[in-house]
């Protein structure tokens, strides 16, 4: 079974940029998170999505940051402007709808702003 | 005070040492509770699983769960420097499946040979 597929691994970009981030999850996972993850910290949930409807997004900075997943397969994060604060690693991950198996996370997109 | 509280380490031991690693929780109504562990520069991994309060085994690791004094802990017996890593406790009000998940902030486990 392939795992959860994230584009690009590392981003640097100057603070006021945009950025996007891509993931494709596990094939029939119906389920997709972004989650954002600050050095030192636990991953914190931005968005969540069930197949192509956004199922929670309550801490997601929705001034500056928006996402889609357009089919309910792959997703995109996009951050405009980037601000300093938002160097951090970027996680997806998915599950299926059903069934205590737990999230599947992709590697990450580690962003830095300067 | 933050929903789930874990120490950041680091936590040096030998090899073989067994290892115990806590996390609290203020939110009661939290009934799965996993651990993930985590390598650097890759995304966390799900060790282990359990519902409600009890001990649940695999392998080398055991998980612990103690809901009345909102406790969770994960044991790792005969480490292995491949254990290094950092260890992320995670809990969730319902079924994990669809859910989100709240996070502690990790320890970070080194195993010296």
């Known amino acids: 079974e392939a795992g959860v597929a994230q584009s690009p691994r590392y981003k640097i970009i100057e603070k006021r940029q945009s950025v996007a981030f891509w993931c494709n999850p596990i094939s029939g996972h119906a389920t997709l998170y972004w989650y954002q993850q600050i050095l030192g910290q636990g991953p914190k949930l931005l968005i969540q999505?069930?197949?192509?409807?956004?199922?929670?997004d309550s801490q997601l900075p929705k001034d500056r940051f928006s996402a889609e997943r357009l089919k309910g397969v792959d997703s995109t994060l996009k951050i405009q402007p980037a601000k300093l604060e938002d160097s951090a690693v970027y996680l997806c991950a998915s599950s299926l709808l059903t069934g205590n198996y737990g999230y599947t996370f992709g590697s990450g997109t580690r962003l830095t702003v300067v | 005070q933050k929903e789930v509280e874990q120490d950041p380490g680091p936590l040096s031991v030998p090899e073989g040492a067994i290892v115990s690693l806590n996390c609290t929780y203020s939110?009661?109504?939290?009934?799965?509770f996993m651990w993930y562990r985590q390598y650097s520069r890759k995304g966390p991994e799900l060790l282990m699983y359990?519902?409600?309060?009890g001990n649940k085994e695999d392998g080398r690791f055991t998980a612990q769960v103690d809901k009345s004094s909102k406790y969770i802990s994960l044991f790792i017996r005969d480490s292995q420097p491949s254990d290094s890593a950092t260890y992320l406790c995670?809990?969730?009000?319902?079924?994990?499946?669809?859910?989100?998940?709240?996070f502690g902030g990790g320890t970070r486990l080194m195993v010296k040979p």
């Open positions: 939110n009661s109504a939290f009934q799965y």
């Open positions: 995670a809990m969730s009000a319902y079924d994990n499946a669809g859910n989100m998940l709240t």
């Open positions: 359990t519902y409600s309060s």
């Open positions: 999505f069930q197949n192509n409807g956004v199922v929670d």
